[in-house]
C-alpha cells in the first residue's frame, strides 16, 4: 500500500470500537464484493439484498459502479490504470462504511484480480466477501440491458471487459452466485444465507 503524499498525518481513533458499532446495530460491518461481467446482474442483485437487509433492520448501503463515476470518480475512464483507481477509491469508501457498521454491496466489474486482492488487503480479516456474480459472457451478451455489448462489437467503445478487454474471474471466492441460471430471488436468498451462516448477521 502506497504512502499518503500529505506529511505529517494523524490517524484520529474515536471513542467508539468496532463492537461498539455492531453491538449498537445488532449486526457486524462486512463489504461484499460482487464482481462480475456487465449484465451479469450485480447492481440488480446488490440492490435486492439491501432491500431485504434493510427489512430485517440491517444498515446496508449499496455502491454502484455507475453511480460511483458520476461523483467521485467521475474524473477516470476505463484504461486499466483508471480501472485500477476506480477500485483503489471504492475500497477505501467501503473499508469506511464497513468501519462505520454497514453491510456494504459494492457494484462493479472490477475485472483485474490483483485490484480485487489489493482492497482484500487494505482490510481486516473477515470484513472483504467476495461475491462472484457468474453469468457467462454468451449470457450477457444476450441481455445487453444498456446496449453496450452491440456498441463493443462494433468498435464504438475501447477497453470493453469481455471483448477488447479482459475479466478475471475470481479464483477462490467466498461466494459465487449463479446469476446466469436463476432469478435474483435465489440469488439475493443465496447472499442472506451466507452472511447467516458465517455470523454477519443474527436471527432468522
Known amino acids: ?24 446495530h445488532g449486526h457486524k ?26 427489512e430485517r433492520g440491517v444498515f446496508a448501503y449499496v455502491l454502484d459502479g455507475d453511480n460511483v ?9 476505463f484504461s486499466a490504470a483508471d480501472r485500477t483507481e476506480n477500485i483503489r477509491r471504492v475500497g477505501q469508501v467501503a473499508k469506511l462504511f464497513t468501519d462505520a457498521g454497514a453491510v456494504v454491496l459494492t457494484a462493479f466489474i472490477s475485472p483485474y484480480r490483483e485490484d480485487r486482492a489489493s482492497v482484500r488487503a487494505a482490510m481486516e480479516p473477515g470484513d472483504f466477501v467476495e461475491v462472484h456474480v457468474a453469468a457467462g459472457l454468451d ?45 435474483v430471488e435465489q440469488s439475493a436468498e443465496d447472499v442472506i444465507a451466507y452472511l447467516l451462516a458465517h455470523g454477519y448477521l443474527t436471527g432468522a
Open 1 to 24: 500500500m502506497s504512502e499518503p503524499k500529505a506529511k505529517n498525518l494523524t490517524f484520529h481513533i474515536g471513542e467508539l470500537s468496532r463492537a461498539d458499532r455492531a453491538a449498537a
Open 29 to 54: 460491518g462486512v463489504t461484499l464484493w460482487l464482481t462480475g461481467l456487465s449484465g451479469s446482474g450485480k447492481s440488480t442483485l446488490s440492490h435486492r439484498v439491501e432491500r431485504l437487509l434493510t
Open 69 to 77: 463515476r458520476h461523483g467521485l470518480n467521475r474524473d477516470l475512464g
Open 139 to 183: 449470457v450477457c451478451e444476450t441481455r445487453d440491458p444498456k446496449g453496450l455489448y452491440k456498441k463493443a462489437r462494433a468498435g464504438e467503445i475501447p477497453d470493453f471487459t469481455g471483448i477488447s478487454a479482459p475479466y478475471e474471474e475470481p479464483e477462490a471466492p467466498e461466494l459465487r452466485v449463479d446469476t446466469g441460471g436463476q432469478d
